[in-house]
């Protein structure tokens, strides 16, 4: 496999030809509001074959990937202190890529602008911690789930807690008005003690200070917490809220959706995507991932 | 630009301003209490105590003026576990209550006793008093009578400053306007409400306390 430069970074000034066509439309002239509809079309009607025909067989013959990632979002995807890109979702797309024996592009990606670039075909795959929700589904398609992200109840190892009843008499801590909060609020035993504070800080520091003795929080917090490496090391004992991500991509691409499937399945099974977890969440995948 | 206020949902939630406000009541007697009281030892040690304690209350002194009072705080909940010294949190906002307007009222007091003519002292050694008799009954008494207002500023400054105390996840006052918040999204009543409960708490704690003035010093009733 001989890979020049595994990741470019390509630029990302092009510029969007229907919202530059929407951006010419004045109300007051009538004229270019109507070429600019016309434009609007034709670059609809020329998008569309390209969306109708195999995105697998074009990344094969185009030799390359290109991926949409998140830049501001750790452990999933930041740039590291060598201004490289890092995270889970950057180990995700190259994993993807190597498999596919095809070079890698990353595309920095907001949550905000991820499904336009990929229903625009500026990228093949949204690699960005994205959750399923019905508005997504509705508009792009999924893969099956590549990473854990999820809200459970995190304690020190040795601390015997399996579900919501074993809270029963101890003190928890949790971020005020977070979803764990309204979640655990409905769940938790009423001899649970449940201390609230006003950010995730508060929270981490409680639970590290021994001021409370297990916490409710973001399997991502928790790898933030562990990623410190301090003495006391937050385990999942039970899940709250389970939102995992998957790999977005446009709709009517059966064979590349079955090869992004096959390449998670493969991953899962040969032992790849436990050690991008061990190594961005600090944890293994959880059961059922 | 109509806002239809709604405090319907008060009806869930009155219980948690009881308890905050229960909290927050409590918090500023055991804080304003044993406050003064060291605030009272302080002012003694640094103006009349021994060679060796002036420096080191001075240094406690300064060193709680000069910093925040959610430092401290955070310091005393989150920072002593680390030393073996574990508080709870309302263990821990009482003590970092009592430690600020400990620092503050020996400030206040200090004041006070210094006003107090070096003539007084001399009137009580004739009077055969001992050091003791004359700091408490010549010295203490007519010092926090004219400090008294400025040292009930300062226990109602605390007790609104007590409001940082739901950051360690105390149950108090702010604790219960934020939970209330967060849970219904009526962000304008729940600070409205508690922003008319710390007012009336303030205003009866000020009033309660030049009352209780009157009823310590009855002979300088009328002279301020």
Known sequence: MTRRDPIRMPSNDRPAPARAAHSQGRPMITKRRLLAAALAAATALSAAPAAFADALEDIKSAGIIRVAVPQDFPPFGSVGTDMKPQGYDVDMARLIATRLNVDLALVPVTSANRIPFLQTGKVDLVISSMGKNPERDAVIDFSDAYAPFYNGVFGPEDLAIADASDLSGRTVGVTRGSIEDLELTKIAPADATLKRYEDNNGTISAFLSGQVEAIATGNVVAAAIIAQDPPKKPAMKFLIKNSPCYVGLNENEPALQAAVNEIIAAAKADGALEEIAQQWLGMGLPEGL | ?224
């Open chain 2, 1 to 224: 630009m109509t806002y239809e206020f709604d405090f319907a949902w008060l009806a869930g939630y009155w219980p948690v301003f009881a308890r905050g406000v229960a909290m927050t009541i409590r918090l500023i007697l055991v804080g304003g209490v044993l406050g003064i009281a060291l605030g009272i030892f302080c002012a003694w040690g640094r103006a009349l105590g021994p060679r060796w304690l002036r420096p080191l209350v001075a240094l406690y002194v300064e060193l709680i003026r000069n910093t925040p009072f959610l430092i401290q705080l955070f310091f005393i909940f989150f920072g002593l576990p680390a030393a073996g010294f574990r508080l709870n949190e309302v263990e821990a906002a009482s003590l970092a209550m009592v430690i600020n307007l400990g620092a503050y009222s020996a400030e206040i007091i200090r004041a006070g006793i210094e006003a107090t003519p070096r003539g007084q002292f001399e009137a009580g050694a004739s009077l055969a008093l001992s050091p003791l008799q004359t700091f408490r009954h010549v010295v203490l008494i007519p010092a926090l009578q004219k400090i008294w207002p400025a040292l009930a500023s300062q226990v109602v400054i605390v007790m609104l400053g007590s409001a940082v105390v739901s950051q360690i996840a105390v149950e108090d006052l702010t604790f219960a306007a934020n939970f209330a918040q967060s849970r219904t999204f009526r962000a304008f009543e729940a600070y409205f409400l508690s922003t008319a409960i710390y007012l009336a708490l303030a205003i009866l704690l000020r009033f309660l306390l030049l009352r209780l003035g009157d009823l310590l010093f009855p002979h300088k009733r009328g002279a301020r």
